[in-house]
């Protein structure tokens, strides 16, 4: 009880109290536009909201609740470090393993107008990084022609539609949501309406993909 | 501790070596020469294609086995071959383990091997 009595009349004191009411109420705003529109612009303007309601919060105090400022430098601090690794982790392979692409990819590149690499690998890769699409060998080896469109078609829509990455992680952390935008339904949408949904299908059964059934069940639905 | 007297290349002396994934596809490879992912994948129907996938990267990064790709059909695809038989594997595993011992014990290690050799002959 203590520790609310100080936080309320740190604030107070501070004097921020009319700005954080508007804040909160932009957040408040931001996240129904959200629940409403699922789209990630709005979830992103909330959580960077959020971010300053926390960060106003725990820089105005000057009382013993002053660890909350080091628990939250932390988790921030650990969080950037963490996707840094995997983003030097992710560049590193990406320059060591690309090889020429097979003359057959040139037809879906132009159809989609997109760059695409093929990685070196037996393992099932298909993502985007830097506007640019990576698919591995293990993948292009097992897809007709047709369900390598559509794999590249959910992934074009990633490029055009989806919101960086790095920068929703980052936002999800420091606004302590935790939560990341998540439009792969949207993606295999795209990808069913540009490239067929039997495609589509069969690219996630043959490419055993852990979730195929859920996602082709809400496809279908 | 690996038992010295018991590594021999046989079916169970693989495993000391390799994971049980990477022994079976070894001795398919061994077996067959020549063979391409979903020609292994059909042998390990049992397993799900990542841990195919991950095993067969694994053996082509560590030298036992080489992959080329073949553009020549309707899709690339890889043409796995294993890198020496059975025998000169073990030759391979021998040296390293001898570079382990010389590591950690120093050159010394590489002498008294000499050594025992001799008298054991
Ligand atoms: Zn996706």
Redesign the pocket.
């Known amino acids: 009880m203590i520790g609310v009595e100080c936080f309320l009349s740190c604030i107070v004191e501070s004097g921020l109290v009319y700005p954080l009411m508007g804040l909160i109420t932009i957040t408040a705003i931001l996240l129904f536009m959200y629940i409403f529109k699922r789209n990630y612009e709005s979830l992103l303007a909330s959580q960077s909201t959020l971010t300053v309601i926390i960060s106003v919060n725990l820089f105005s105090m000057n009382c013993d609740m002053f660890t909350w400022v080091w628990i939250y430098l932390g988790i921030i601090l650990i969080g950037t470090l963490l996707m840094g690794l995997v983003k030097h982790y992710l560049e590193l392979q990406l320059d060591r393993n690309i090889i020429r692409s097979p003359p057959y990819l040139s037809e879906i590149k132009k159809k989609f107008k997109v760059d695409i690499s093929v990685l070196d690998t037996q393992k099932i890769k298909?993502?985007t990084y830097k506007n640019r699409i990576y698919l591995s060998v293990g993948l292009l080896e097992r897809l007709e022609k047709d369900e390598i469109m559509a794999v590249v078609a959910?992934?074009v829509?990633?490029l055009n539609h989806?919101p960086n990455k790095l920068l929703s992680s980052l936002l999800a952390l420091t606004s302590l949501t935790f939560r990341r935008f998540n439009?792969?339904h949207y993606?295999?949408q795209y990808a069913v309406k540009t490239a067929g949904i039997h495609n589509l299908i069969n690219a996630l059964k043959k490419l055993e993909i852990r979730d195929y059934k859920k996602r082709a069940m809400k496809l279908s639905a | 501790m690996v038992k010295i007297e018991r590594i021999s290349l046989d079916k169970e002396g693989l495993t000391k070596f390799f994971s049980p994934n990477e022994a079976r596809i070894l001795e398919l490879l061994w077996e067959k020469k020549k063979m391409t992912s979903p020609e292994i994948r059909q042998q390990c129907n049992d397993l799900s294609l990542a841990c195919v996938a991950g095993t067969l990267d694994r053996l082509a990064k560590s030298g036992f086995v080489s992959r080329t790709i073949d553009e020549t059909g309707p899709r690339v695809r890889y043409i796995y071959s294993p890198v020496g038989n059975r025998q000169k594997v073990g030759t391979k595993i021998c040296e390293k383990i001898i570079d382990c011992l010389v590591d950690t014990f120093g050159t010394s290690t590489v002498d008294s091997i000499g050594k025992n050799r001799k008298r054991g002959n």
């Open positions: 298909a993502f959910h992934e829509y990633h989806s439009d792969e993606a295999d």
